[in-house]
């Protein structure tokens, strides 16, 4: 299992490169969506707009941070589900994002997409929001600052750690429960 | 008649969220790190080596373990010969809590259901209560996040499936939800009652200490061969492999109709921040 050090934006090269199980300590701006937002971002690209961040090499984070306390960037700031934003991400994936943070299952439907496309799904650890947060050096709000924890945060980031749940080539890393009933 | 001030309430149940939400209970670190030592997988043994982690900076730093801090849930006992003075208990636990997650910089996770606008201050809280013999107030907490709230399921089975039945549906659920939950979880089951007590049992039965054992010897076998059932599974921690998907299982039962046989899984992921004030 390798250990990647990659910077956004993300290039195709940097993604294809990715196996299922390798490490990745990510560094760069990174923007924060999570199931409203998507929402709200689905709806601009309906009505003809665009999306409220640079897409082309883009890491979508599935967060919805905990507020800041005094002088710290960000409170704590956790992985969510992901699969509950699976019916958006082929969309997003198809505007040029290269990679997507959260923690839990994807659908088929995803993983063929990130096929398609040459993307990425990132895990990061559930629960481990307090420890992440060392890694977000700056935090702001880029949209929707209406939806609270769900607003749209461009976060720069340092070394975030996460692992390659699922590679652009159909590798996946979770493992199939064995079910003896 | 013993009356309780409100604010002596109401400071108390503020002080008992920011504790819940910053410091893991003693006993689900003993069980995260006795886990670290017997777990096989090693991405398993780095997940639980980060929660470790986190949870030493949490508690050192006023750190939110997690950032979904929940909703806030609360099981209260109310003795018949107490009462509350200067406010009603609704009001006090409701103030109390939306203090609390401002000044905790703690997230406010409630919605509206359908257009999901935030309510903005975490209310409502979630409120059961139970008159109860005696002049004692207990209030039990619980930050109750979505992500393992989601994979928690109540099913109506017939007598005939018995606990079997139960088992299947249980281990069935589990493996279901994989990863999602973040794993190692702690699963509460409920079985009995009605279609609503069940999974309100099944939620009560996850304020019980990892390392107890229930007082019943048949439901603490049936608690250890679900635990043992689960962790055949082969999740592991965050659904990467291993033998540690679970904690613990905890199981309360409740007389049921002769032709039913609710049973409840409320599942609660590692982060299990509860706590509890006597007053």
């Known amino acids: ?181 | 008649m013993r009356i309780i001030e409100a604010s002596a309430v109401h400071a108390a149940v503020r002080q008992m969220i920011l504790a819940a939400n910053r410091v893991l209970g003693d006993d689900v670190y003993a069980a995260l790190k006795s886990s670290m030592e017997s777990e096989t997988s090693a991405s398993g043994r780095e997940v639980l080596r980060q929660l470790l982690e986190n949870a030493d900076l949490a508690a050192s730093g006023g750190l939110a373990l997690c950032q979904d801090t929940g909703a806030a849930v609360f099981f209260v006992e109310m003795g018949e010969d107490v009462r509350l003075g200067g406010g009603s208990l609704q009001h006090v636990l409701n103030s109390a809590m939306a203090q609390a997650y401002e000044e905790g910089c703690l997230r406010k996770s409630m919605c509206h259901p359908l257009t999901r606008c935030n309510t903005g201050d975490n209310r409502p809280a979630i409120v059961h209560t139970e008159l109860v013999e005696g002049d004692r107030l207990t209030i039990r907490y619980m930050a109750k996040g979505g992500g393992s709230e989601n994979m928690s399921r109540c099913t109506m089975l017939t007598p005939a499936q018995g606990w079997q039945g139960i088992k299947e549906f249980v281990v069935r659920r589990m493996a279901e939800a994989g990863p999602n939950p973040c794993p190692p979880t702690i699963v509460g089951v409920g079985i009995g009652g009605t279609f609503d007590l069940a999974p309100a049992r099944a939620k009560r039965a996850l304020f019980r200490r990892l390392d107890d054992v229930h007082p019943d010897a048949e439901v603490a076998a049936m608690e250890t061969e679900l635990l043992d059932a689960l962790n055949a599974l082969g999740i592991g921690p965050m659904g990467l492999g291993g033998r540690t998907t679970c904690l613990a299982v905890k199981i309360a039962l409740h007389p049921c109709h002769i032709a039913s046989l609710p049973v409840a899984v409320n599942v609660q992921c590692h982060s299990a921040r509860h706590r509890e004030v006597i007053l």
């Open chain 1, 1 to 181: 299992m390798a250990t990647w050090h990659l910077t956004t934006p993300l290039r195709s090269e940097d993604v294809l490169q990715l196996r299922a199980g390798d490490v990745v300590l990510l560094s760069g701006d990174i923007y924060t969506a999570r199931d409203a937002a998507h929402k709200r971002i689905m709806e601009q690209l309906d009505s003809g707009g665009t999306p409220p961040f640079p897409t082309e090499g883009a890491v979508v984070y599935y967060v919805g941070p905990a507020p800041a306390p005094p002088g710290r960037p960000i409170g704590s700031a956790g992985p969510t589900t992901s699969g509950r934003m699976d019916s958006y991400t082929p969309r997003m994936l198809a505007l040029g994002v290269r990679a997507t943070i959260g923690k839990g299952k994807r659908s088929d439907t995803v993983r063929n997409a990130m096929c398609e496309h040459g993307a990425v799904y990132l895990g990061a650890t559930g629960g481990a929001g307090a420890l992440l947060s060392q890694c977000v050096l700056a935090a702001e709000v880029v949209a929707y600052e209406e939806l609270g924890p769900e607003a749209v945060r461009r976060l720069t980031v340092r070394d975030f750690p996460l692992l390659v749940i699922n590679d652009a080539c159909g590798g996946e890393l979770y493992v199939t429960p064995k079910l003896d009933l």
